[in-house]
């Protein structure tokens, strides 16, 4: 069930990525505007507080002349106040800028810091400016780009412009919004590795011991996937440290297998809640198909989340992935899978009370994994700023699926000392009890049995534990023992078990009859007593006379 499962999660993810387009702009922008309009946006950028910089290069008909070139940056009474505006006119929108803030740059040849020249283009004369403007302001701002031309006959433009935040590979083509990502990714690459390593280290041993379930395959699954994710954003976000534009495919396909590692390791826990390979066999009929359609809704919900985001997110606005309705849509699909998941370990634990010491940790644990995702979109979009969103996101979700995969490592560790492994069946013991002669559904529930330190001892290593261990149990008689039984056993006619296959008292001749006692003879003078130790020697007859010389 779970393989067809896990197959049909993978079929739509990457169906999902033929349709996702980056939604990310790269800090090295180049295009053309030729619009009717008369102010347009072009990029945003958010720049450190002092190291900011804008390097441009635009071109454009002089007789298109004169447009400018007008820098926003987050205050309210700025960007906010002019973008999605249809009320206000181009006037209106240039108006909310400073003028001493330099935040206006004329594309003209009287403006000295444009660097506007004129250039001859066959039959045609243009505009070419080449120039650049420094960023400084009290605090990491975003700064918004756009174009305009008030009261003319629209726009056409072409650019280039190189936005970058001081000299180092660490910053120079990030977003302060983005600093930290890179460091913070390959960290995690590091632990996601070594922990994808031990638990194939434990998998060897556990499949020594013929525990290595379907489950714990889907984590080492997850865990491996993960590493992939991981890898595919450190390389993207190398390339883009290096030139400013990177390599968009590699982050949306490093998005994909990050969602695919999420939802298998969700539909890993919801599998272990219901107790499969730890208290059954296999999931019922009834539950395989629910667990199909609630995987394949939340897939899609994903796909349609990715499509969202790189279709409709404005480029103008800085918006979080959960800030839309497939992301509210993931929230709730998030919570009604706790509330499965809480009720698939509450009648696991009914059944199966003796697994406590798994499933107690484990709920717990989960809890708090299953809360953190909704409450981090939460926060994300109410109470983070906006120019460090993007950083404090990244890093609060890759430690929440570290959590989560330390935690499972841990619980589940192939070690005598470990008093919440879950596994006591062998993988070899599955197919027995799945064919055994009872069937039904109660062929699908493993036999009760605690975890045990025994489980983990060596095949060639003697359990001295046991050896010396003494049965508290009573020793039960016949009876009792006949009795607990239940069945009715042959009894003979003086009421005895009958413990042949036949009563033999008939066939065999009767006992001879007890030989009577001989009368005593004259016995001969017993020695004489033995004056200091007399009590040694007496003997006491049958009516209690005493035999002894006479004094």
Same mark, same amino acid.
């Given at each position: 069930m779970e393989v067809r499962v896990g197959e049909r999660l993978l079929c739509l993810a990457v169906l999902s990525s033929v349709f996702l387009v980056d939604s990310v702009l790269g800090k090295y922008v180049k295009g053309i505007v030729n619009t009717k309009e008369d102010w347009v946006f072009l990029t945003r950028f958010c720049f450190l507080t002092d190291f900011g910089r804008l390097d441009f290069r635009f071109r454009y008909p002089k007789s298109r002349c004169c447009q400018n070139i007008l820098l926003y940056f987050d205050d309210s009474s700025q960007w906010p106040a002019v973008y999605k505006r249809p009320e206000k006119n181009c006037y209106q929108k240039e108006a909310v800028l400073r003028p001493e803030n330099n935040q206006v740059i004329n594309? /003209? =040849?009287?403006y000295t810091w444009s660097g506007c020249v004129v250039e001859g283009d066959g039959n045609e004369e243009v505009l070419s400016c080449v120039g650049g403007r420094s960023f400084r302001s009290v605090r990491e701002r975003w700064w918004y780009i756009a174009l305009s031309k008030c009261g003319g006959?629209?726009?056409?433009l072409e650019y280039e412009m190189k936005l970058t935040n001081g000299q180092s590979f660490w910053t120079q083509h990030f977003s302060a919004d983005e600093f930290g990502i890179l460091e913070t990714d390959i960290t995690f690459l590091v632990i996601f590795s070594m922990v994808f390593l031990l638990s194939c280290y434990f998998a060897y041993n556990l499949k020594g011991r013929q525990l290595l379930h379907t489950t714990y395959k889907m984590f080492m699954t997850a865990a491996g996937v993960e590493v992939l994710s991981l890898l595919f954003h450190c390389v993207y976000w190398g390339l883009y440290a290096r030139d400013g534009v990177g390599n968009g495919s590699l982050k949306i396909l490093g998005k994909l297998l990050f969602s695919v590692s999420f939802l298998v390791f969700l539909l890993m826990l919801i599998l272990l809640g219901k107790g499969f390979t730890v208290t059954r066999a296999r999931i019922s009929h009834s539950g395989s198909v629910k667990l199909s359609i609630y995987m394949t809704v939340y897939t899609i919900t994903y796909v349609i989340l990715f499509i969202y985001e790189a279709e409709f997110f404005d480029p103008g606005e800085v918006l979080y992935a959960y800030d839309s309705p497939a992301g509210y849509g993931l929230m709730g699909l998030q919570l009604l899978a706790y509330v499965w998941f809480c009720y698939a370990v509450l009648v696991s634990l009914k059944h199966y009370p003796e697994k406590q010491p798994f499933y107690? %940790?484990?709920? /717990? =644990?989960? /809890?708090?994994?299953f809360f953190a995702v909704p409450v981090m979109a939460l926060i994300a979009n109410f109470g983070i700023p906006r120019w460090a969103r993007e950083k404090i996101v990244n890093g609060i979700q890759l430690g929440i699926h570290l959590y989560a995969h330390i935690v499972f490592l841990i619980i589940t560790r192939p070690s005598a000392a470990n008093k919440n492994f879950p596994y006591h069946v062998r993988t070899s013991q599955i197919g027995i009890l799945l064919s055994s002669p009872k069937g039904g559904e109660g062929a699908e529930s493993f036999p009760h049995h605690a975890y045990g330190n025994s489980s983990f001892l060596g095949d060639s290593q003697p359990n001295f534990t046991e050896l010396f261990s003494i049965q508290s149990d009573p020793v039960k008689t016949v009876e009792e023992t006949v009795a607990r039984k239940g069945p009715e056993v042959p009894r003979n006619s003086e009421q005895k078990i009958i413990t042949t296959a036949a009563d033999l008292t008939s066939i065999l001749p009767p006992p001879p009859p007890p030989i009577p006692p +001989? %009368?005593?003879?004259?016995?001969?003078?017993?020695?004489? +007593?033995?004056?200091?130790?007399?009590e040694y020697f007496s003997m006491q007859s049958g009516g209690g006379g005493g035999f002894g010389t006479k004094a």
């Open positions: 594309l /003209t =040849t009287r006959d629209g726009l056409r107690v %940790p484990f709920f /717990t =644990t989960y /809890t708090l994994w +001989r %009368p005593a003879a004259r016995s001969p003078p017993l020695p004489p +007593r033995l004056p200091s130790f007399t």
